[in-house]
């Protein structure tokens, strides 16, 4: 019973400080998932190598692009004053260049007329993500801002409709030019690309 009691009054004070009937406000700690479509429809990059023959070759471009990805998030989050919460979120994403990753980010959303109740919402985060179908590993980094509309479903739940402006700095491999084939890591001097796209989606929270 003695190895029992911490798991038990853990249990009790979440439920107590997660309960908005006794809080008279809505709850401590909500969980979310959320789904949707972006298209990247600008793209930097400035590729620099070497090819199979030693030569020094620059691969830049700047301009439109298009690129459509699905993706999808689940985060628990902590509501701060009477219209605030931060979350804490992780999933799947795509990317450019059929690369995938799992994304790790911090979300603000700011409720205008509170968590429970209908009206616009704001929304701003970033974060990192963590490349998985590739050789080429390292972190990339991202960030989003926008806004929505929140329509309330339950006392404890409500569906978000969501557009965002986001921005995403990555390192992917290289094809050469002409061959197509595969830049090995160590010939690569330099892989920046940059992706600015737009993200429609739902979100539902709990």
Same mark, same amino acid.
């Given at each position: 019973?003695?190895?029992?009691?911490?798991?038990?009054? *853990?249990?009790?004070?979440?439920?107590?400080?997660?309960?908005?009937?006794?809080?008279?406000?809505?709850?401590?700690?909500?969980?979310?998932?959320?789904?949707?479509?972006?298209?990247?429809?600008?793209?930097?990059?400035?590729?620099?190598?070497?090819?199979?023959?030693?030569?020094?070759?620059?691969?830049?471009?700047?301009?439109?692009?298009?690129?459509?990805?699905?993706?999808?998030?689940?985060?628990?989050?902590?509501?701060?004053?009477?219209?605030?919460?931060?979350?804490?979120?992780?999933?799947?994403?795509?990317?450019?260049?059929?690369?995938?990753?799992?994304?790790?980010?911090?979300?603000?959303?700011? *409720?205008?007329?509170?968590?429970? *109740?209908?009206?616009?919402?704001?929304?701003?985060?970033?974060?990192?993500?963590?490349?998985?179908?590739?050789?080429?590993?390292?972190?990339?980094?991202?960030?989003?801002?926008?806004?929505?509309?929140? %329509?309330?479903?339950?006392?404890?739940?409500? %569906?978000?409709?969501?557009?965002?402006? *986001?921005?995403?700095?990555?390192?992917?491999?290289? %094809?050469?030019?002409?061959?197509?084939?595969?830049?090995?890591?160590?010939?690569?001097?330099?892989?920046?690309?940059?992706?600015?796209?737009?993200?429609?989606?739902?979100?539902?929270?709990?």
């Amino acid at each position: 019973m003695r190895r029992r009691l911490p798991v038990i009054t *853990a249990a009790l004070a979440f439920l107590l400080c997660n309960n908005p009937e006794l809080q008279g406000k809505s709850p401590l700690v909500d969980f979310n998932v959320e789904w949707g479509y972006g298209a990247t429809l600008y793209e930097n990059r400035n590729f620099v190598y070497y090819d199979d023959y030693g030569s020094r070759i620059p691969d830049k471009y700047s301009g439109a692009s298009y690129v459509g990805n699905a993706f999808v998030l689940a985060g628990i989050g902590l509501n701060i004053g009477e219209k605030s919460n931060v979350s804490l979120q992780s999933g799947y994403m795509g990317l450019p260049g059929d690369r995938k990753a799992i994304p790790l980010r911090l979300r603000y959303k700011y *409720a205008v007329n509170g968590p429970t *109740a209908d009206g616009a919402i704001l929304i701003a985060g970033g974060g990192i993500g963590f490349p998985v179908n590739t050789d080429f590993r390292k972190p990339l980094a991202n960030g989003i801002i926008g806004g929505g509309y929140r %329509l309330v479903l339950s006392r404890r739940s409500s %569906l978000d409709i969501q557009c965002t402006a *986001a921005v995403t700095y990555d390192r992917p491999g290289i %094809l050469q030019k002409g061959s197509g084939l595969p830049v090995r890591e160590s010939r690569i001097l330099r892989n920046d690309a940059f992706y600015a796209s737009l993200n429609i989606g739902l979100a539902i929270n709990f």
